[in-house]
């Protein structure tokens, strides 16, 4: 589409329509995007209801979604060497294992609070030794997950093709966090423990 004069005589005239109350909300660039953004939908639809776009090649017949539009162009190719081979580039891969320990990462949690809340409570209100010991272990696996899956994820992010796809990391503290609140709460005794060495025996 050209930028003819009229053109810009018609989006002045918008831009000009515009109630100066927005004018001091909104800076003049961002309205004069916002009136050049309508007058090219107008203008398309226009093209529309004159047949404008009847014409175009492929109309009518279905999409080909065998290659994946967001690829970059250097790299097509070799993607599809490699799905021909029935194999993925190692960052589809490396995403799939990042998505499938996400998952994993809740179940593992929702184990460990299902065999909390199956613990008989003791009298005294102390968590025994035992469930005291295995609760530590449990919770020093999962710190050790998160660091390895955002490990993970920095490489991801690293290698895959485009900004978009990247993951975002895990909020490690925070998943520490509510898993403490949340094994306190299926397990009493254990809020009875916070802030107490870890007294077991270290075995060679």
Same mark, same amino acid.
């Given at each position: ?88 580039? #190692? %960052?589809?891969?490396?995403? *799939?294992?990042?998505? $499938?320990? !996400?998952? /994993? ?6 184990? &460990? +609070? ?18 005291? #010991? %295995?609760?530590?272990?449990? *919770?020093?696996?999962? $710190?050790? !997950?998160? /660091? ?6 920095? &490489? +991801? ?24 609140? *949340?094994?306190?709460? $299926? ?18």
């Amino acid at each position: 589409m050209r930028n003819s004069p009229a053109a810009a005589c018609e989006v002045t005239h918008r831009v000009s329509r515009i109630p100066p109350s927005q004018h001091r909300e909104e800076d003049e660039a961002a309205l004069r995007e916002r009136a050049w953004r309508r007058l090219a939908e107008e203008r398309i639809q226009e093209a529309m209801a004159q047949g404008a776009f009847d014409n175009l090649p492929g109309k009518g017949k279905p999409l080909d979604l065998r290659e994946n539009p967001f690829t970059p162009q250097e790299l097509r190719l070799a993607y599809k060497l490699l799905k021909d081979a029935n194999f993925a580039p #190692d %960052w589809i891969e490396l995403d *799939r294992d990042v998505r $499938a320990a !996400r998952e /994993e990462l809740n179940a593992f949690q929702e184990r &460990h +609070l299902d065999w909390l809340r199956r613990q008989p409570l003791p009298g005294d209100g102390r968590a025994p030794a035992a469930v005291l #010991d %295995w609760h530590r272990r449990m *919770r020093a696996q999962l $710190a050790r !997950r998160l /660091e390895e899956l955002n490990r993970k994820i920095d &490489h +991801l992010n690293l290698i895959v093709p485009q900004l978009e796809l990247q993951r975002p990391r895990v909020d490690a503290a925070g998943i520490m966090r509510r898993f403490d609140e *949340r094994c306190a709460a $299926a397990y009493p005794p254990l809020a009875q423990t916070e802030g107490e060495p870890d007294e077991r025996n270290h075995r060679p």
